[in-house]
């Protein structure tokens, strides 16, 4: 099974990144049919996430999301597109990149 792992660093604090991270949530179950399971943390978020062919995991810290997404053999052959797609909207999200 292919897996894309996308990262982003940002400087949204936890608070911040729990509002953009349920917005994703929202986009992910009306949009893409996600069936999504939040589970908060004292550091740390996760929101488990899957539907037909695809399974995966967010995690949400105070400067990170880390994104692990595990497609299914039909949905392999698109991997590309998908994470050139959820890279996009993972980006409008969060706004722009903090200046190193």
Not at 33 to 49: H, N, V, W, Y
Not at 61 to 77: C, H, Y
Request: charged content about 30%.
């Amino acid at each position: 099974m292919p897996e894309l792992n996308i990262e982003r660093t940002h400087t949204l604090g936890l608070a911040g990144a729990r509002l953009v991270a349920e917005r994703w949530r929202e986009q992910a179950e009306q949009d893409w049919g996600m069936a999504c399971e939040f589970e908060p943390g004292e550091s740390e978020d996760r929101m488990r996430f899957s539907r037909s062919g695809v399974s995966g995991e967010l995690a949400v810290t105070e400067n990170r999301f880390d994104l692990q997404i595990k497609l299914g053999f039909l949905l392999g052959a698109y991997s590309s597109k998908i994470e050139e797609k959820i890279q996009a909207n993972l980006d409008a999200l969060l706004g722009p990149a903090p200046q190193a």
